[in-house]
């Protein structure tokens, strides 16, 4: 067979393995579509298939077919980041701003001091911290992964609930858009590279200039163009971002994040994030699992995954209930804020994806958050969903 005859199999498989788990298995009370796509990336990898069928593994997934799925899957999850990018709603933020900031500070900081201890910790044996990582970048960097919330998962997860246009769902949208613009400044911090730095600079500069261009064009111009120069405009500041020593996914987040989402269409944006999500996130969730290795021992990672679980998920139940005591907040609400914005998959592993890229992070430790960020999605809807019935219910 050629190469394009093995590419097409190749996609065959990665497109009909998970939906036909996901509808045969009927797994989407606890495990969403998305989420069975990242469990068969991570079987379709080297740690599973080719472990076990390595000549099967060998052909499908061989050098050239990886090539061509990596192009995809690079501008599949820059389209999702810029897309994440242009929901966050500074506005509604800004206009509550005491209780945002203290509820997002608090669900970001305590599973943020959780998390980069559990990395301390872990970093005591070698195979954890990158080739290219000073202690302090291996730390912040798995420490964020723990306080990241998913922000456009959450979004599935609060549409699946019935509760993303009620008053509740939009109050935990703040928080979690907060809590966004710090994940993404504390990367920017990581991948800091003195060397070059004039680049950065360079960059930022350029970037904040061509904003304001940008946006005032953007005004000017009907819905459908906006939709294509926002597509350029994303193209360029990835190439920008990634340039300098930042990383491309810096740039697609940036060149999002400076446009208002009233400038396009409700409708019209939750359509093409489910057109991204169908015909190309799949792709990327197969790269991710290539990436996957279980070289230090299946034990040592799984015990790893754990543990990141666990700062994960308890410092933020703890940051929101300590938010909530503050606020006086209802116990209930607080219990259900609190497992919501744990949800993390798509933004954390972009997010680990990155380290992984830049050498911060081995391939194991980017397979124990991979885990983390699994098992902390699949736990959600089933604990939330009895939750809020009680809620509703009092």
């Known amino acids: ?195 070059r730095i004039g680049r950065q600079l360079g960059f930022l500069i350029a970037f904040g200039v061509a904003a304001v261009l940008v946006r005032m064009m953007m005004r000017r111009l009907g819905k459908a163009d906006r939709w294509y120069v926002g597509i350029i405009w994303l193209a360029l500041c990835g190439f920008g971002a990634d340039w300098s020593g930042l990383h491309y996914m810096v740039g697609a987040f940036l060149s999002g994040a400076i446009l208002d989402a009233e400038w396009f269409e409700l409708e019209a944006m939750d359509a093409f994030r489910s057109v991204i999500l169908l015909v190309a996130m799949p792709v990327f969730f197969l790269s991710t699992g290539l990436k996957t290795s279980w070289e230090g021992g299946g034990p040592a990672v799984f015990a790893a995954a754990a543990l990141l679980l666990l700062a994960s998920v308890g410092g933020k139940l703890a940051g929101v209930h300590l938010a909530g005591r503050i606020l006086k907040w209802p116990r209930r609400e607080t219990h259900v804020i609190g497992w919501l914005l744990q949800t993390k998959a798509l933004i954390m592993i972009i997010f680990a994806n990155i380290l992984l890229d830049k050498g911060i992070i081995t391939s194991a430790t980017f397979t124990a958050l991979l885990l983390m960020a699994v098992a902390s999605t699949m736990l959600t809807t089933p604990i939330v969903a009895p939750m809020l019935r009680r809620l509703g219910g009092a």
């Open 1 to 195: 067979m050629n190469t394009t005859e093995i590419f097409l199999i190749a996609i065959l498989v990665i497109f009909s393995a998970p939906y036909l788990v996901w509808r045969l298995g009927r797994t989407d009370y606890w495990a969403p579509l998305v989420v069975v796509q990242i469990l068969c990336g991570i079987l379709l990898g080297p740690g599973v298939l080719g472990a076990f069928a390595p000549a099967v593994y060998d052909h499908v997934f061989a050098p050239p077919v990886i090539a061509a799925l990596n192009g995809i899957a690079w501008w599949a999850v820059m389209l999702f980041v810029w897309v994440a990018g242009i929901e966050l709603d500074l506005h509604q933020a800004w206009a509550n701003r005491r209780e945002t900031g203290i509820t997002a500070g608090l669900a970001l900081g305590i599973p943020l001091t959780f998390g980069a201890l559990a990395a301390a910790f872990l970093l005591r044996w070698p195979g954890w911290s990158g080739p290219n990582a000073r202690d302090w970048q291996a730390v912040l960097g798995i420490g964020m992964a723990c306080a990241v919330t998913a922000l456009p998962i959450l979004i599935l997860l609060m549409e699946k609930l019935a509760i993303l246009r009620e008053p509740l769902g939009q109050r935990i949208l703040r928080y979690a858009s907060a809590d966004d613009i710090a994940i993404w400044g504390v990367l920017a911090l990581i991948l800091l590279d003195w060397d």
